[in-house]
């Protein structure tokens, strides 16, 4: 049976509110600097990843099809920009707001897709990209999205061990806990051994 275009919207916005979702919860429980703080060297965090995702669906959904997102965040990603002015949150800039900012970008995206065919052009307002289907921006945008929330889930794995797709479902084995210290120098061994028999040498 030939899967009709009404099919095919429902699944990717079933995909993209899932990492939505994902993405959010990540930043549940956690204080104000954890939620803030850079956890790698690249200077990735959790609320700066719900700015910047922001910005894509307003940019993306928006100005793109001459939809725009009313108080859209375009400094961020375009124009007078500082680099990664969308990757991180200043002080001022709260988490309340920015999450609710971030859940309303969410309502004019589904608009967007739910009034436009997908196969409506676009003109996405950077290089290389130019005109583009919607159908091919929102599949971009559900792996756009679904990719950073798998850098948080790392992000907060490291913050404080909390794992999952949403709150109470952590996705992982339900052994002891001392069991996963046994696994990590269990696989710590394994890569020590794949080296050497490279010929790499291992730092002690």
Same mark, same amino acid.
């Given at each position: ?27 549940? #429980? ?14 990735? =965090? ?24 009313? /108080?859209?965040? /375009?400094?961020?990603?375009? #124009?007078?920009?500082?680099? =990664? ?33 997908? =196969? ?40 404080? #061990? ?5 709150? #109470? ?29 490279? /010929? ?5």
């Amino acid at each position: 049976m030939t899967k009709q275009p009404d099919d095919s919207k429902r699944d990717l916005k079933l995909y993209l509110q899932d990492a939505r979702e994902a993405v959010l919860w990540k930043l549940e #429980g956690l204080s104000e600097y954890d939620v803030r703080r850079p956890v790698t060297p690249s200077g990735t =965090n959790l609320l700066g990843m719900v700015k910047h995702l922001t910005g894509a669906e307003a940019v993306y959904f928006g100005e793109t099809f001459d939809r725009p997102f009313e /108080g859209a965040p /375009g400094l961020w990603v375009a #124009g007078a920009a500082e680099p =990664n002015a969308d990757l991180w949150a200043r002080p001022e800039e709260s988490r309340e707001t920015l999450i609710a900012e971030y859940r309303r970008v969410w309502a004019h995206t589904d608009a967007t897709v739910d009034a436009l065919p997908l =196969n409506a052009v676009g003109r996405v307002p950077w290089p290389p990209h130019s005109r583009l289907a919607l159908g091919r921006i929102l599949l971009h945008v559900v792996a756009e999205t679904q990719r950073h929330a798998g850098q948080l889930d790392v992000v907060r794995e490291l913050l404080d #061990g909390a794992t999952g797709l949403r709150p #109470g479902d952590p996705v992982l084995p339900d052994v002891s806990p001392d069991w996963w210290p046994a696994h990590h120098d269990r696989v710590e061994r394994a890569a020590r051994a794949a080296a050497r028999a490279a /010929g790499e040498s291992v730092p002690e």
